[in-house]
């Protein structure tokens, strides 16, 4: 492994608390910061090449590292341009806040994103996990997706070629990284409105001055996790560092010093406390990533990334036309300029 040739800067035992909005994780064995779609590939290829496992880090929500931290390589997706290629449609780095993306396509008065203001998120995590909120969902908006794969080749698939579902995409069984998207929207007077009343319910209801991953645990059919926690009594149960959130009970707040441990047992409380009175299985929908140190043989790095990080109890599996994938172009597309960072209006 010679990282010397390399023109991205590798970082050494990079603490992940600093990176990720519950502050819980110990060091990445190597972390790059990338922006632009040149810089993921190259990352993608020295992992491919050197057999190593990553992942690839957007908001640095919805996921809890462990107090090790990672054996392999974080990838930290910075890719932020935004371009209104016509009135409506809008082509964004991977990178880009979700939220202000919502935000600033209310204000300019185009409907179907409002959903995403305060959604500590990225335009390439919400398409990774699909995100949603008040009945809406990310992929309903989606024209199309910039993908890399793992050898760092470059795919644009439409939305029609692709399988979402709740809190489910196809790219969370690919191997690589999307790197951009594009969404159409349409025009409406009422979209600043509705977005702003979205922001202003999620201020007074959800723990924004907090460190929490977001939302622990999906919701089930026909029910709402938070509420059945908050019924059950469990709001301000605390083990360690980590607390159930008094302002909402689907939130796990970082309160003390939180360890990756403390979160891991008390997700395991709420669950056997609700299965043990409801007889409902909640599904935890952060992502856990353990510590792990992968063998260096012959099986894709990214597979190791993707299935091996989550539960196995509650691995889903996503099915996806090869063909279909077979299909995406295979161009590399020039560099893309890109605005300095935005700061989140949250």
């Given at each position: 492994m010679n990282n010397s040739d390399l023109s991205i800067k590798l970082?050494?035992?990079?603490?992940?608390?600093?990176?990720c909005t519950f502050g819980i994780g110990g060091p990445a064995k190597f972390y790059v910061e990338v922006h632009s779609i040149e810089e993921v590939q190259e990352a993608l290829i020295?992992?491919?090449?050197?057999?190593?496992?990553?992942?690839?880090?957007?908001?640095?929500?919805?996921?809890?590292?462990?107090?090790?931290?990672?054996p392999g390589v974080v990838i930290h997706n910075k890719i932020d341009f935004k371009m209104e290629l016509s009135k409506g449609i809008f082509h964004v780095g991977a990178g880009y806040s979700f939220s202000l993306l919502g935000s600033q396509t209310a204000r300019e008065g185009w409907a179907g994103l409002e959903f995403a203001s305060g959604i500590p998120a990225t335009v390439g995590g919400a398409v990774y996990m699909n995100a949603g909120a008040n009945g809406k969902e990310t992929y309903e908006f989606l024209t199309s997706v910039d993908f890399l794969d793992e050898k760092g080749r470059f795919h644009t698939f439409q939305k029609e070629n692709l399988s979402f579902s709740y809190r489910t995409s196809p790219f969370?069984?690919?191997k690589g990284c999307i790197v951009g998207a594009t969404f159409t929207l349409q025009p409406s007077y009422e979209a600043r409105?509705?977005?702003?009343?979205?922001?202003?319910?999620r201020i007074n209801t959800q723990p924004y001055s907090e460190k929490s991953a977001g939302c622990i645990f999906r919701n089930p059919q026909s029910n709402h996790a938070g509420a059945l926690i908050d019924k059950l009594g469990l709001k301000g149960y605390k083990i360690g560092g980590a607390e159930v959130s008094e302002m909402h009970a689907n939130f796990i707040v970082n309160t003390e010093n939180a360890s990756a441990k403390d979160v891991l047992e008390l997700i395991a409380h709420i669950k056997q406390h609700v299965k043990s009175h409801t007889e409902i299985e909640l599904e935890t929908e952060v992502r856990y990533i353990p510590y792990q140190q992968f063998p260096l043989?012959?099986?894709s790095t990214a597979t190791?990334?993707?299935?091996?990080?989550?539960d196995r109890d509650e691995f889903i599996a996503i099915t996806m036309n090869e063909e279909r994938y077979k299909r995406g172009t295979s161009i590399i597309?020039?560099?893309?300029?890109?605005?300095?960072?935005?700061?989140?209006p949250l």
């Amino acid at each position: 492994m010679n990282n010397s040739d390399l023109s991205i800067k590798l970082q050494t035992n990079k603490h992940l608390k600093e990176v990720c909005t519950f502050g819980i994780g110990g060091p990445a064995k190597f972390y790059v910061e990338v922006h632009s779609i040149e810089e993921v590939q190259e990352a993608l290829i020295y992992c491919n090449n050197n057999q190593l496992p990553y992942f690839i880090l957007g908001k640095g929500s919805n996921c809890l590292f462990d107090d090790k931290g990672f054996p392999g390589v974080v990838i930290h997706n910075k890719i932020d341009f935004k371009m209104e290629l016509s009135k409506g449609i809008f082509h964004v780095g991977a990178g880009y806040s979700f939220s202000l993306l919502g935000s600033q396509t209310a204000r300019e008065g185009w409907a179907g994103l409002e959903f995403a203001s305060g959604i500590p998120a990225t335009v390439g995590g919400a398409v990774y996990m699909n995100a949603g909120a008040n009945g809406k969902e990310t992929y309903e908006f989606l024209t199309s997706v910039d993908f890399l794969d793992e050898k760092g080749r470059f795919h644009t698939f439409q939305k029609e070629n692709l399988s979402f579902s709740y809190r489910t995409s196809p790219f969370q069984r690919m191997k690589g990284c999307i790197v951009g998207a594009t969404f159409t929207l349409q025009p409406s007077y009422e979209a600043r409105k509705k977005q702003l009343d979205i922001i202003s319910y999620r201020i007074n209801t959800q723990p924004y001055s907090e460190k929490s991953a977001g939302c622990i645990f999906r919701n089930p059919q026909s029910n709402h996790a938070g509420a059945l926690i908050d019924k059950l009594g469990l709001k301000g149960y605390k083990i360690g560092g980590a607390e159930v959130s008094e302002m909402h009970a689907n939130f796990i707040v970082n309160t003390e010093n939180a360890s990756a441990k403390d979160v891991l047992e008390l997700i395991a409380h709420i669950k056997q406390h609700v299965k043990s009175h409801t007889e409902i299985e909640l599904e935890t929908e952060v992502r856990y990533i353990p510590y792990q140190q992968f063998p260096l043989d012959n099986r894709s790095t990214a597979t190791l990334q993707r299935a091996d990080l989550l539960d196995r109890d509650e691995f889903i599996a996503i099915t996806m036309n090869e063909e279909r994938y077979k299909r995406g172009t295979s161009i590399i597309r020039p560099s893309i300029d890109h605005p300095a960072e935005i700061a989140d209006p949250l």
